[in-house]
């Protein structure tokens, strides 16, 4: 390779570390914007692709690189950054741009550059599992506008497969997006699932995150079970409370100063059963944002000529309370566990 000696740069543990680059292979050329013979140096990747690239773009996207440049410059000393160490190459002195050789592959280094490269370009990360070793790439070489930009892709990713979102977000440290995740993994109806990050993580961590979706799972459990005993002492005058429709067999203790036990409309208790249940499955508000959940209990609501008037009024009411009192209710439960 153009008879140069040099050494190949050696990513971090979550890079997609492959062989080290081969002595025979003829290397290509990268598409643009990287492909340009007059730049002033090459990075090359471990599957034998040369991206033409500005020292400068580099230096102002990653100190790392600022560094190791620096370096090269002067005394081409190591650094004591393990990251600039992993960075060292040889430079020369040739008027030809100096390569340098990473254990990357190019379908890692095409996304990291082509981000912070202008003028703004896409990078077509079509899975998690694209996305994750870029991500990997750009925390080693502190690039923190390109993780800026795939911090985005991994958020939306969080709504797929949060558990692994969750998992992985430490990693870029990326607390903001792990808390999002976690969030998302516990509004999941099913909290089994199998991720391969699982792997990677100890017994105890994995469950402190389930022993956290349980206390979360039965302190709303208990707030259905109480029977609107939580309610606030000035509640409006629900319509469900005080219509004849109601029966005695249906009762709530409000807090109020009476303690007397109300009777409450059946379409009503059966509506509030429901809510109990679908939180019990997923803990979390958007649950109750369900239209069809309003629009059962309106229906069977109007087949009272009282109710009917107010139902739409009621329900907006009380669903305001509820998520209110979910949600001082989850919040006692502490942060989410960290990993």
């Given at each position: ?172 440290d990326m607390p903001d997006v792990a808390e999002v995740a976690a969030g998302l993994f516990?509004?999941?109806?099913n909290a089994d699932d199998y991720v391969s990050e699982l792997e990677e993580l100890s ?134 566990p960290t990993l």
């Open positions: 390779m153009n008879g140069r000696s040099r050494k190949p740069l050696c990513p971090g543990s979550e890079s997609n570390t492959l062989s080290p680059p081969s002595q025979t292979r003829t290397p290509s050329t990268a598409s643009s914007p990287f492909k340009l013979p007059r730049t002033d140096v090459i990075l090359r990747s471990v599957d034998g692709v040369d991206f033409h690239t500005w020292k400068g773009i580099l230096i102002e996207a990653s100190p790392v690189f600022a560094d190791m440049f620096a370096i090269g410059a002067s005394t081409n000393t190591e650094s004591e950054s393990e990251a600039t160490n992993s960075l060292e190459g040889t430079l020369t002195s040739k008027a030809e741009p100096p390569v340098i050789d990473f254990l990357e592959h190019s379908s890692v280094l095409d996304p990291l550059l082509r981000t912070c490269y202008p003028p703004p370009h896409t990078a077509n990360l079509p899975s998690l599992d694209a996305l994750k070793p870029v991500l990997a790439a750009a925390h080693k070489y502190q690039m923190e506008g390109v993780l800026e930009v795939f911090k985005k892709d991994l958020l939306e990713y969080a709504h797929i497969t949060p558990l692994r979102v969750y998992l992985l977000a430490p990693s870029f516990i509004a999941r109806p017994a105890g961590s994995y469950y402190r995150l389930l022993a956290y979706r349980k206390r979360c799972t039965q302190t709303l459990a208990d707030m259905v079970a109480s029977k609107l005993s939580w309610l606030p002492d000035k509640e409006p005058q629900y319509q469900f409370l005080t219509c004849s429709c109601a029966r005695e067999g249906f009762t709530v203790a409000l807090r109020d100063s009476s303690g007397v036990q109300r009777p409450v409309s059946v379409w009503f208790w059966q509506h509030y059963l429901r809510m109990g249940a679908l939180l019990a499955e997923r803990p979390c508000l958007s649950v109750l944002d369900d239209p069809k959940l309003r629009d059962q209990a309106v229906k069977k609501a109007s087949e009272c000529g009282n109710c009917r008037s107010r139902v739409c009024d009621d329900l907006d009411a009380f669903t305001a309370s509820l998520k209110a009192e979910v949600k001082r209710r989850l919040a006692m439960q502490g942060p989410f």
